[in-house]
């Protein structure tokens, strides 16, 4: 970008960080439930058998074998995992002084030994369907569209919520965003919300600070064009549900629509069509 262009980071879907597990005790039917204890347990190596007494007192209809705990994710720098640590330190006051929030972590050496990491998160989900005992970080839409089991978390209302399209889209509810969209959304307060969830967002310039190209000014039109389709077209709304994405623009209509219809080119407002389908 330019010295000096005004951006902002624009949210396209709100996404849920899910733990897909295979536990091959789970009745037909039943859901397994952690508490944010538990999650920050498992991650700080606290907690390493599914048979640990806290495990076992959220499900007391499930029988735990005294086996370690295998935790899948992916490596290098991802968006994904730096949502789940930014839940991590929300859940944890010891996670956020230790660790924090980044994407591309060192975790902690307690979980060295259970540790498995790999290229993609399509990847984590076949490993941990293949892999009994084992859980995986994963992003919902991935989940979701490979049948992933996933576990049930408490939320900061105290209710344990399943990872849903309209759970994850809870957490954005209420939230306060800043000029600039930028907010975090994980443990939301909102009685329904999945506790582990983001923003994926576009970098969108405000104003295109180039001479009045027609060329230039066309492409940026037509990019505003497309989020505006994506945020109010009925048929991009049911895709994007669909395939397990949360649209943004459900929480931020206005906010969404003032912005778009504002970005400028060559110190003209660009007027984009309007949105049809």
Known sequence: AAAGMPLALFPVFVTGVTLAVNLPQIPVGATLQW????????????IASWAHSAIRRLNPFIFFPSRPITIATVQG???????????????????????????NPTWPAA????????????????YVQATPYAIGVVPFPTAYQLGASVITLSNKAGAMVAPSVESIAAAAEGANFTTLYQSSIVNSAQAQ????????????????????????????????EFLLWAANSSQALSLARTNG?????????????????SVSCGGAVLHPRPVVG
């Open 111 to 126: 979980i060295n030994a259970s540790l498995v990491l790999l290229e993609n998160f399509a990847s984590v989900v076949q």
């Open 193 to 224: 919300a999945y506790p582990i969830a983001g923003l994926s967002s576009v970098v969108l310039p405000l104003a295109q600070p180039f001479a009045s190209s027609s060329l230039t000014c066309d492409r940026a039109r037509a990019a505003v």
């Open 77 to 103: 720098n991802s968006g994904v995992i730096w949502i789940l640590q930014s839940a991590l330190s929300s859940f944890s006051p010891s996670w956020a002084a230790a660790y924090g929030a980044t994407s």
């Open 245 to 261: 994405y949360a649209p943004a623009f459900d929480s931020l209509p206005a906010r969404t629509y003032a912005v778009l219809t």
């Open 35 to 46: 508490s944010q204890e538990v999650v920050v347990g498992v991650f700080n190596g606290s």
